[in-house]
DNA sequence: GATAAATGTACACAAACATGCAACATCGTG
DNA sequence: CACGATGTTGCATGTTTGTGTACATTTATC
């Protein structure tokens, strides 16, 4: 199992090395700098350099004795939930006025979701379908309100349920209001999602709402990810932080997507 | 199932070491620092050190010999929502017991199938589906967990989805072991429960699994509520306090149960 | 309370490390 | 071809880190 690869790792270039050096290390999940010298047939320290540099690129995670593979640990949620809380209430309280008395919710997940959902008036009869055992479970606490949860498999980089399931039972559903959450928003070219399946999931809760309203942080606008969501057609209402751009917010509502601007906050 | 493992840990990086000890601790629950030595060929003293380092992370928790995972810490909210918080830790320890790694879970809603879903080894390559958020909130936020949520109407006072589209949901999948919450349970007359479709819900559980765990406190043994759930024939295994009355445990190991005693709890 | 195992601390040693430097090859430009 | 610029390499330097041993202390068990 050691040396049965015809692989030639002598007289190797430094880019080749390198490269085969992660090629090392996504297979064997460690790598040892002695081991590497001998079979490169360089010194420990050019090695050492070479995992230096790839360490810098976040390619392998440097230790005492050679390296391992990086931890690929992604945000977890439960920090990002609390990264810039005031700012995401300030958008929820403006995203809530547009919510009237009775009416059925759809709402995504993600933190800004879970914001709004934090700021639904109690006791106006409200109906909310999520995907997000987190927000099932903030509004379950807050009592007062009818909760439809969507099941599916939980992906737990977003934090609800997406998947063929899920898009299955969105579709056999209506909402008055939906809110898709965004991962970016462009005046030209609507509505976009990072990931693939993520972006059915939304556009079947689009399809399901009479209304979409989508809530974006500065960052969110006029940005453009992979796949797209829908077409700002499909968008009535936009909300947006007190810090947006003028003009951006004026080519929105160019586009005849009514465009409301939260109140700024302090911090 | 021990050893079958071809993992050479002989040889190991100081900090990949510390890894393995890790994934062991978190596959077996515990650790002994003679075992680790031989198994990594290097003194316990070094294993020791490597204990230390780890529990100053917080990543597991040192005891004379070794070392242990760390006490699961229950945030305070969780613990309002429990009545008996070591009570039914000491219950959950034992049910989690009966839990093989790679194993598929169906845990109901409930307070003392939180308790279970927070004991739960992380890790091991368990795939839970369960119908409550605040469960499947509880696992996203542990990490390491497949979590499938299974949708529909949220009761409150339930805390999980019950009800005809729960059902339908249940029924398509499959799972080697199911934690359906008590009622009551009964060794003439089998398993109970209060509401009507929550007694569909638990029923269809139980059919989309191989094996049946029913975790009790005392005051739901010998009881007998209004819609029956199952024959007793179809529980493999009870997990019941250390309090409970011995009389009653031979009732249900007569008919078949094994029953499972939890620890004494100091409170 | 006695005994043996496990533990923490201190210290010495070796391995791995970062850094600076000189030698060498490669490449482009005058 | 000459020349310098650039980049890579190996070596020597001093530093950091991990490891094992020795000894005093704590802990579990009888």
Redo the contacts with the bound molecule.
């Keep these: 199992m050691a040396k049965l690869a015809p692989t030639i790792d002598r007289n ?4 080749e ?1 390198q490269q085969r050096i992660l090629a090392r290390l996504r297979n064997e999940g460690r790598v ?3 081991e590497l ?1 001998e079979a ?13 540099e790839l360490a810098a690129q976040g390619l392998c995670k ?6 391992l593979l990086p931890a690929v640990t992604v945000t977890p949620l439960k920090q990002r939930r609390t990264e810039h809380p005031l700012r995401k209430q300030a958008l929820a309280r403006k995203a809530v006025s547009l919510v009237k008395p009775g009416q059925t919710l759809l709402i995504d997940a993600g933190t800004t979701n879970a914001a709004i959902a934090a700021a639904l008036p109690v006791g106006a009869g409200l109906t909310v379908i999520t995907n997000a055992p987190h927000i099932a479970q903030l509004l379950l606490d807050r009592e007062g309100f009818e909760v439809l949860l969507i099941g599916g498999r939980v992906v737990p980089s977003i934090g609800g349920a997406i998947g063929a399931q899920a898009v299955e039972q969105v579709k056999r559903m209506r909402a008055d209001l939906c809110f898709p959450g965004a991962c970016a928003i462009d005046a030209a070219h609507g509505l976009w999602g990072f990931d693939s399946e993520e972006t059915l999931f939304k556009r079947a809760m689009i399809d399901a709402s009479d209304e979409t309203v989508v809530v974006a942080t500065d960052d969110k606008l006029g940005a453009v990810a992979a796949h797209q969501v829908a077409e700002l057609a499909r968008v009535q209402h936009l909300v947006v932080e007190h810090s947006a751009d003028r003009a951006t917010r004026a080519a929105f509502a160019a586009h005849g997507v009514m465009v409301h601007r939260a109140e700024a906050v302090s911090g």
Tied chains: 1, 2.
């Design positions: 190797a270039l430094p880019e090395r040892v700098a002695a010298a490169f047939e360089v010194s420990e320290d050019s090695i050492r350099r070479d995992l230096r440097r230790v005492y004795g050679g390296a």
